[in-house]
Structure formats: C-alpha cells, structure tokens
C-alpha cells in the first residue's frame, strides 16, 4: 500500500519538475524571440557573461530578461491567487479579481495618470489601490455579514467595489486630457509587459516568494476547505485564520501583477482549469502547477505579442482573445468534472 | 464522562431553537437523536462540533469546556459525517478518506505511513478499497456516505456523530451504514446520530434522545421510552410498535389515514 502511495508522490514530483523544465526553456527561448533574433547558443553565452556585440548584451539584459521575468512573475502570480480563490470561494469560475482588486488596482493607475505622476508612482498607486479595494471588500463582509452569509457577502462586496473602482476609473478618464492622458490611461488598463523594468522584478520576487511558499503551505486545508466551510472546521482548520491568509497573500500577488503590467485577464481563471486537467485537483500538487503553468503561458503569450505585429500588440488583448476559445474548450472537457 | 451537557440552550443569534438541555453521553454508547423536521437537531448537533456558540448553559468534552479546545485537538476526539454533498472539485475518493487524517499532520500535509494504513483500513472496513482511485464527484450518493464514513474512521475519534447517516440511501445500503454504526459502537466509539426513522432507536442497546417543542422530552434506553404515544407526539401521526422475532427486535409502524381508490 506505501508503495502506490510512493508512486504516486513520485508521479505529482516529475510532472512538477517537467513542467518547471519546460517554463525554464521557455523563458530562454523567448530570451531570442522578437525583432531582433537571437539564436539560442549566443543566449546562453551572453547570459553567462560573454559580450558577443554590444546589441545582443543590450537586448538580452536590458530588454528582454527584465520583460520575461516580469511575465513569468506576474502568470505565475495571477494563476496561483486564482487557485487559491477557486478552492476558497468553492467554485471553478472564480478569478482573482473577484474581491475588487484589478479594478482598485485600475483606478489607482488612473489617477496617478491624471495627477502626472511618474512611473514608479503609477505603479505605487496602482498597488495601493489594489489593496485599498480588497480592504473596503473585506470591511464590508465583515460589517454585514455573519456566520455562513460571510462567503456570499465576500462576493457580494467584491462586486459592489469592483462596480465603484469602474465607475471611477470612468470618471478619470471622463475628466482626463484626451490628447496625452486619456491614450495613456487606456494603454495601461489594456496591459502591458513593456514597461516592467529590472528594477521591478527585484521588487516583486521576495513578496512572491513568500506568498507562494505560504500557499503552498496552505494547500493540504485548503483541500478540506473546498468541501464547505463547517466541515473543515469539524477537521481541525481554522477556517477564519485560512480565510485571512489567502485572501492577503492572493491579494498581495494580484495587486503586484496589476501594478506591474496593468489588467491582464483570464490568466487567474483559465490556467487553475488547466491545470486540474493536468495533475487533478489536489492542491498540493495543483498549486505549484498552475504557477508554473501561469508562467509559462503568460511568457509564451508575450512572445506573440512582441513578435505577432510589426507593432506591440497589448498583452491583455491577446490574454482575453486566446483566453475565451480555451476556456470553451475545457468546458468541453467538464464531463471530467472541474 | 466523554461529554456532559449541562443546562444548553442552543440557537442563532438571540433566537432559542432547544432550551435547556442535559444529558450525558458516555464511552461507546449508541445515541439516536429523534424529532420532527425543523425541531433543532442540526442546531445541536452544530453546538456539539463548537460550531455554533451556546446560548446559555456548558458543554464538556472529558470534563473540560467545549471553549477550552482548539480546533485540531477537538478533530482527534470528535469526527462529524454530514450528510453526503458533492464537492465543486473531483477530488478521488481516497483523497476525501485522506482528510481525515488532517488533525494529526502538520502544515506540509505529508502522509506519514500511520497516515496511510489508517486511511486504507477505513476504506477497508467500510468496503469502498474498490473506489479509492474514482473520482467523489461520479460515486453514487450510498458510496459518498461510505466514503465519509470512512473518512470520519481514518479521524480515529472517540466520538463520531452523524447526521442522518441513511436519509438518502435504499434498504440495502441503509441497512450496511446501520451495520457499521453498530460495529463502531462494539469497537467502543460512542455514536451520535440524528435519524428520521424511530426503528434505530430499537437497535440492541441504542440510547435515545427525544425532541419535542424546543426541549428533550425523554432520554434514555431506546426501548424503554420510544413508545406508541412517544412517537405521536414527535410526529403527530398514529402508529404502532410492533415486537417480533427472537431476540426480541422491535418496529414502528405508521397507521396510514385515507383511502385510496383501489381500496374502496
């Protein structure tokens, strides 16, 4: 009987590891797509330290790394807070936006847009408002609801503040010079890895790690947790301090994405599906699946938007066009179940 | 004594659904908890598991305050089978036995081999190794309560309690579920179930605990006071015991009121 347990141990270790192989080559193989081609033995030389020419150093580690980096961050980031909030919330449709934060996370930008801001501030108001908006969400679940109504008016509040943050989002764009800011404003919503900096990558990779090392750590409640909220408690979570920390870890990651590269859609919802397709819907192993998933995809999503066009194509275009075909397609395949 | 109830009152918010309640339940002892829909058992039952605060009055789990215990020490004392359900995600069946195994791993959740044969003698005293590799979502609804049964085994509790443990099932797999309770109870885990069928009060042994009108009308040994008038005023309907066989067992019978019109 250990036995079968310890292949299956072994089976979930290899998918894992295959999949964090492949992400890997991914990202270097993306390190040569673009305009400017660079074959995959004068990547690695020049990653290792060689100067070949001083374009190759150029693109390789001034554009494209940081860009891939950010990429591989923020899908890891979104697929893993939408995993999580899947199994808390107990339902397969739910993304990480659902408690506000993408649309808080908006706003933010926007008005940091309106006011003139420079990037970093952009992005520093766009986190604080991603935040703020999970916060205001949170307050008002815990103000009205009590005891089992606490999930619903979790949701419920979620669409209350994600409505306010539009409207307002609206409001700036309404009141925003449309020459220079309205352009702007609407850019950044689309979404957009250009912009992501080295810089912005060293910010983002301690907190991701640590929320993502601490979901991890969640994975085996919340297992328990998808079956309903008496019931865990009956098996020993503490479903309230559970509840907490997924939704500040989920909220942090997605406040971060957001900031980084503006709203990226359907990556938080399509990628947990693909994953449960994938190794099943055990969290242990479904969560450092989706986030390698999520990297991956958002990677290889990007590759196409840089190289598609003879002009950039938006990120977040691309992710919602490609995002709707695919989730029909694993609707297709709902008779496996979730 | 495993748990004393003392003085509970139980309900939501300021609005009291069982007043004043006492019992004692003590170490493998077999307790059916009978009354009309809406009376309040689940209400209790939710008192018991911590998961609703008491109005007024105490519980005490081997003598110390329900408050008192956290939330994984009170998993290795009391399992709860709720009625089955279907999850939103297909985890296999083995995967749903395995929680039961929760309150005694760490964060990581790792198995250890306890871990293991626990969860493969649960499966296996309940008959349901052959489904261990399905998903829980595609078993039918007699095989989910099996699986949870199983799962509130693998807890290795001494109390496991039971809501309406048969409500959904045919007279088969009713009659394997009353088998393994009574096994459970042999193996001297105390049981306590809500049930809608008074003939398990009549189990060999069997302790009940009577609701009518927010109270406890009558507790004790099924057979000494689930009687004829008992049952009336639980469910206001004419009915007869009936005794047969040899151990005595005994049967409630509904008198059916109206004709039909075959019958006229």
Redesign the interface.
Known sequence: ??DQ?KIKRREAFLKILGLAIFTLLAGLISLGVGRYAVSLPDILRTLSGERISPEITQVIWKIRLPRILAGMLVGGALALSGTAYQ?MF???LVSPDILGSSAGAGFGAAAAILLSMNVAGIKLMSFAFGMLAVMLTWFISSRFGR?NDSLFLLILGGIIISSLFQSLISLVKYVADPTDQLPAITFWLLGSLSKATMSDVKIMAIPFAVCAAILI?????L??L???E??A??????TKVLRGVVISMATVLTAFAVSLCGMIGWVGLVIPHLA?LFV???F?VLIPTSLLLGSAYLLIMDDFCRSALAVEIPLGIITSLAGLPFFLYLLTKKN??? | MLIKVDGLSCGYDKKEVLSNLSFEIGEGELWCVLGSNGIGKSTLFKTLLGLLKPIRGEILIKDKPLPEWSRKELAKVIAYVPQSHTPPFPFKVREIVAMGRHPYQGQTGYMTDEDISRVEEAMEMTGITDLAERPYTRISGGERQLALIARAVAQSTDVMILDEPVSNLDFGNHAKVISYIREFAGMGKTIIMTTHDPDHAFIPGSHALLLDEGAVFASGMGRDILTEPAVTRMYHVKNKIVRYGEPEGRTCVPLYEGRNKSDQ
């Not at chain 1, 750590?217 to 409640?221: A, G, K, N």
């Not at chain 1, 408690?233 to 503490?238: A, C, E, Q, S």
């Open positions: 009987m250990t347990y199994g107990k339902n397969p005891g750590l969640c994975s085996s409640s297992n328990i998808a079956l309903g008496e019931e408690r009956t098996l020993g979570v503490n449960r099943g819907p055990n242990k496996k179940g979730w």
